[in-house]
């Protein structure tokens, strides 16, 4: 069965420093997607970031970037600058297999401290 | 990415009865997907709706329980039937935003309480 894993239920940072949340994914597609997903209060679901598989460059976005080890099938989150604002619990979420299925992770809950 | 709205946002309801709940989508996709999202839990998917077919269930998850619609390309429906405490959830639905990304995008979400 295809799996994602998200061994940090809670995660603290100081505003302004640098966290990593940590994802590790089964599949057995070749050629797929990944993706992090941020759900603050107001639940909705708010994607972050994408990685293609297929690409050894690791994807940024602004103060987000990813750490993609493929043959490790790892997929990490880094949050650069942290703003109080990124306080929310985080999925990673990877292929389910057919119909674009995602599968999400138990998702990590971020504490920004001021 | 396209914008999608939910109706309602929230409710509670009493045991034993239906409730439905609209997905509404700026643009046509192909794709639809429902997602439940239990209490403290991550989310699990209940069925994708495709347009001009069935929903495709996910194990665990029955039509007579969970029916959907999806009559056009921008609209679906779930409707959770014969609620018990245990359907209190959030429910989401998302749209694939194409075969080149296979990217989600995932409306404000159905807040659902039964007393």
């Known amino acids: 069965a295809q799996t994602v894993t998200q061994s940090q239920p809670e995660m603290s940072v100081q505003e302004a420093e640098t966290v990593t949340l940590s994802c590790t994914y089964d599949?057995?597609?070749?050629?797929?997607?990944l993706f992090w997903y941020k759900q603050p209060p107001s639940r909705q679901m708010i994607l972050v970031i994408r990685q293609e598989a297929y690409k050894q460059q690791n994807a940024t976005e602004n103060r987000f970037s990813v750490n993609f080890q493929k043959a490790a099938k790892s997929f990490s989150l880094k949050i650069s600058d942290s703003q109080l604002g990124d306080a929310a619990m985080y999925f990673c979420a990877s292929p389910g297999g057919a119909t674009n299925k995602l599968i999400f992770g138990t998702g990590t809950l971020l504490a920004v401290q001021p | 990415s396209a914008v999608i709205s939910q109706k309602p946002s929230r409710d509670i309801c009493q045991r034993g009865t239906s409730l439905t709940i609209q997905c509404q989508v700026d643009?046509?996709?192909?794709?639809m997907f429902w997602y439940r999202q239990q209490p403290g839990q991550s989310l699990t998917l209940i069925a994708t709706?495709?347009?001009?077919?069935?929903?495709?269930?996910e194990s665990g998850f029955v039509i007579d329980k969970f029916p959907i619609s999806r009559p056009n390309l921008t609209f679906s429906t779930l409707t959770v039937s014969n609620m018990s405490p245990e359907d209190s959830s959030i429910y989401l639905c998302s749209v694939d935003s194409g075969p080149s990304t296979d990217t989600q995008y995932f409306g404000p979400g159905t807040r659902l309480t039964v007393l």
């Open positions: 643009s046509q996709v192909t794709m």
């Open positions: 599949t057995s597609e070749s050629d797929y997607y």
């Open positions: 709706a495709n347009q001009g077919s069935e929903a495709t269930y």
